[in-house]
């Protein structure tokens, strides 16, 4: 593998696409036959990011208009991969409990471990957060 990618630059892109709602940006992005899973949904989730991933990307900007990204942190790791740190959210479209109530704007604290290729192409994605907030937005969207 190459050492030579930017990772830290790559990774601004595709969140950047993210918050623009730009999903066919962050597919160009992605390798072919990239898999990603989103541990929430279980720890044997692991799905394809063409048509599986790719349709939670397009959900939440649907259930959530202003949906938006923010990076925190970006911890650059070996072999390409790096871990960040990232705020999303928006306006909620339900009550989450604790958090933020139907209305307001608040943001969900999520982890990603994304490994690239040598090509600079997300090969991997695995992402966590808290489940009981996505829960929420999710039953609004119902």
């Known amino acids: 593998m190459s050492s030579n990618l930017d ?21 160009a992005l992605c390798a072919d036959g990239a898999q990603g899973r989103y541990l929430p949904y279980g720890k044997n989730s692991v799905m394809p990011v063409r048509g599986g991933l790719e349709k939670i990307w397009r959900g939440f900007p649907k259930a959530v208009p202003d949906f938006g990204v923010e990076i925190i942190e ?8 790096i871990v ?3 705020l999303l959210g928006g306006t909620m ?17 999520h982890a990603y471990i994304i490994r690239y290729d040598r ?12 489940n009981t907030a996505i829960n929420a ?6």
Not at 74 to 81: A, D, K, L, Q, V
Not at 96 to 109: C, Q, S
């Open 7 to 27: 990772v830290k630059s790559i990774t601004k892109r595709v969140f950047a696409a993210y918050d623009a709602h730009d999903v066919d940006g962050m597919l």
């Open 119 to 130: 090509d600079g192409k997300i090969s991997r994605l695995d992402c966590y957060w808290d």
């Open 84 to 86: 960040v740190q990232a």
């Open 137 to 142: 937005i999710k039953a609004s969207a119902l």
């Open 74 to 81: 970006m911890i650059p790791g070996e072999e390409n991969t």
């Open 93 to 109: 479209p339900a009550d989450v409990a604790g958090l933020v109530k139907k209305g307001e704007v608040g943001r969900i604290a």
